[in-house]
């Protein structure tokens, strides 16, 4: 199973982040699993943003549910991360992950994460 996250590096304020985790070697309509985005700003720990499961329902962090939308492409089978009206303080490295249903502390499959910086 491998993931991998794309997009652009440099995000002026204000504007829209937008993402893309392309999956290989096994499908994200697997009903055992949750696809998920998580980031890390610099100096800090890992912050969840949520995830979308097998049948396309999402489920986003408090922090970030009203900027955020996750939607998935089954045909490609990629998923992909909308962050609005970003700010310098959505400044992360962006990660997309395998997490388990069943167990949803793990997550045992992770994309390398792409630096995603938000100035003007």
């Known amino acids: 199973v491998q993931l991998q996250e794309s997009g652009p590096g440099l995000v002026k304020p204000s504007q829209t982040l937008s993402l893309t985790c392309a999956v290989s070697?096994?499908?994200?309509?697997?009903?055992?699993?949750?696809w998920s985005w998580i980031r890390q700003p610099p100096g800090k720990g890992l912050e969840w943003i949520g995830y979308?499961?097998?049948?396309?329902?999402?489920n986003y962090s408090p922090n970030l549910k009203s900027r955020t939308s996750i939607s998935r492409d089954t045909t490609k089978n990629q998923f992909t991360l909308q962050l609005d009206s970003v700010t310098p303080e959505d400044t992360a490295v962006y990660f997309c992950?395998?997490?388990?249903?069943?167990?949803?502390?793990?997550?045992?499959?992770w994309g390398q994460g792409t630096q995603v910086t938000v100035s003007s």
């Open positions: 070697g096994t499908s994200i309509a697997t009903n055992s699993y949750y």
């Open positions: 992950a395998r997490q388990n249903r069943y167990r949803p502390y793990e997550y045992d499959y």
């Open positions: 979308i499961q097998n049948n396309g329902s999402t």
